[in-house]
């Protein structure tokens, strides 16, 4: 409703008219006008920005059809050409489900936008960047008490990525021991509904010295997050119930759950999981290898600066005190349309979708309401 009624007024968009737009469509006026003034709203769409740039989609409007890229306002059947050959394809996935079809085909196709150029003419390596990323003085971390290694891992509790690797998580404490410590810090996804409320359950449970369970105890029960659920789980893990309502009514800690999704914001976390190993950014559910290629190359590094002299406590101050205090700019050129390259976009964060959750064909539009 608000779409349609900003494209309808696109000329007049100061904020008195868009307060008046959303009087006229009913909406929860304080509501709306805490979240113009919000972090997490701007993060938000600085984050969706920051997407677009990285898949080249640097004008509006700008499609993504199954990962395919669009541009412009082109005429209709420049869009049927592309979405009759994608339902093609997608007739030979027969043992998929239709919910996991987006992403099978974007798997299946995806290849990686070609880096932007250096001042020499090289390709710019990303998977080197390190970025000066906090843990946060209130964030909870298991593993080493010294580490030589920290990861930072965004994540929340309703993603089913993030559940998916735990198991990669557990393998790399198991593995290395205290060389490697893991900080968790929050990002609940605005798309969905449970993730904030669980996150703010696990600091109530934190507050009470029980984070890692309750943590545990959400993860496994991922689809029953209901306010019942929670405080069911709070009960089960021995905690002062009383208290632990009494905190979630409140709403004490979703200053501190804020405050870590601007924080990710800042540095490229967009989804989840999202990691940062020593400031190195690694996302998604990642097998354990693709981990433990930067951790090992990050435990050389460590023991090299130990070696000059540095306390193991001071390590992970040393080896990000030169990153990047937020994401890299994206590059200044756009890089060239090509019809055959199949972008990975992720469609499971805060994006408005209509349609149905099963197509076969997902299009995501990177697009803004004063372009004519």
Known sequence: EMHDKLFENQ??????????????????????EADLESDAIKAMVEADKALAAKVGARGTPNFMINGKQVSGARPFDSFKEVIDAELKAVEGLKD????AIYAARVEKNFEAPKAAPTADGGAADTSKVVYKIPVGEKTYVKGGKEPLVTIIEFSEFQCPFCSRVLPTTKQILDTYGDKVAI?????????????????????????????WEMHDKLFENQRALSRENLETYAKDLGLDVEK?????????????????????????????????????????????DAFKTVIDEEIKKAEAEIAKGTPRSGIYAA??????????????????????????VPVEANDAIKGQADALVTIIEFSEFQCP
């Open 244 to 288: 632990f309502k009494a905190d979630l009514n409140s709403g004490r800690f979703k200053a501190q759950i804020d405050e870590d999704m601007k924080v990710g914001a800042q540095f490229g976390a967009r989804g989840t999981p999202n990691f940062f190993i020593n400031g190195r950014q690694v996302t998604g559910a990642r097998p354990f």
């Open 11 to 32: 000329r007049e968009l100061k904020k008195d008219k868009l307060v008046e737009y959303a009087q006229a469509i009913g909406l929860d006026m304080k509501a709306f």
């Open 319 to 344: 080896l990000t005190a030169k990153g990047l205090d937020k994401a890299a700019a994206p590059p200044t050129r756009r890089p060239p349309a090509d019809d055959n390259t199949v972008y990975k």
């Open 183 to 211: 900080a968790f810090r929050h990002n609940p996804l605005p798309f969905h509904k449970d993730a904030m409320p669980a996150a703010e359950a696990s600091l109530a449970a934190g507050a009470q010295g029980k984070f």
């Open 96 to 99: 998929v489900k239709p919910d």
